[in-house]
């Protein structure tokens, strides 16, 4: 689409694919940092967590969400799973046409750029702390840092309550936190897409020194530059339909959503993601295995 002045605008949507919720923090963000942008947003709810998975599944599953999303005529895919973007993305950029990005890389980059005494703390499930994916990401931009990594499995159930800054919220953070206060990290990335909701908590215990990375903010900064670098930018004028699918819709979602996201939630569709599978999969599969010899 053009204006007067003959700029070129793209107004499909950008695609954003979690294993469940969490994600909608890094929508939160998106839509905050591009508000003519709009977006369509997968939970796969029905498969969730994929940090217990193999890895051949995460693969598996990360490009059958991103067929989805292609399937919603996406202009750019954001992985906003942590467990994705450490086992899948790679994998995803060498076979998709459209431009992507995951949350590692921008949150790792941000903690590079904000720490002054090396020291970098990372929080985040267990999966994602098992994966290392955020301390490779760090070392490669400097092998001098030391990453104290915790994991925090606590947390996701916790945000999920609405217990924010609950008195029994305060205390198992203090005592997760701990081993990263006796380091003396002074930059801490909140390694889950749930954590940025906990960040007046973390905060707190934390101390004003250390800086607190949210990886969505750093993501929703990065779409922005990939969109402007490419002409993929949205018209400014445009009102954007946000739409939100979940291939099985859990216990509150709607009241989780709203509070991950700090506004009403109202296009929410559960779609039958195997029936989707089955008929768009003997062509995404046939040419999946095709891509894959390629790389492999």
């Not at 508000?35 to 490009?63: H, W």
């Not at 509150?252 to 008929?279: D, G, M, W, Y």
Request: proline share 5%.
């Amino acid at each position: 689409m053009q204006n007067g002045n003959s700029t070129k605008y793209d107004n499909r949507p950008i695609g954003v694919f979690d294993s469940g919720v969490g994600g909608l923090t890094v929508v939160k963000q998106l839509m905050k940092r591009l508000p003519s942008e709009q977006i369509v947003y997968f939970g796969d709810t029905a498969r969730i967590p994929y940090g217990t998975k193999s890895e051949e599944i995460v693969r598996r599953f990360s490009l059958e969400d991103s067929y989805f999303l292609l399937d919603k005529s996406v202009k750019m895919i954001v992985v906003a799973c942590n467990t994705a973007s450490a086992i899948a993305l790679q994998m995803l950029k060498q076979i998709l046409a459209i431009p992507l990005t995951g949350v590692i890389q921008p949150g790792a980059a941000a903690a590079y750029r904000n720490s002054r005494n090396k020291k970098i703390g990372v929080i985040g499930t267990a999966a994602t702390i098992r994966s290392n994916s955020y301390s490779r990401e760090i070392r490669l931009l400097d092998q001098e840092i030391r990453v104290v990594p915790q994991p925090c499995p606590l947390f996701v159930p916790m945000v999920e309550e609405g217990w924010l800054e609950d008195e029994a919220t305060y205390l198992v953070a203090r005592r997760y936190l701990q081993p990263l206060l006796e380091n003396q990290v002074d930059t801490l990335i909140l390694g889950c897409t749930h954590y940025p909701l906990l960040k007046n908590v973390i905060g707190k215990i934390m101390g004003p020194e250390v800086t607190l990375v949210d990886s969505g903010v750093e993501t929703a900064w990065t779409v922005e530059n990939v969109l402007r670098e490419q002409q993929l930018l949205a018209d400014p004028e445009q009102v954007p339909e946000h739409r939100f699918y979940l291939s099985d819709m859990p216990y509150k979602f709607q009241e989780i959503a709203e509070r991950f996201l700090e506004r009403s939630v109202p296009h929410v569709q559960t779609v039958n993601f195997e029936e989707f599978l089955v008929e768009k999969g003997s062509m995404f599969w046939k040419k999946y295995q095709e891509d894959l010899l390629k790389i492999y």
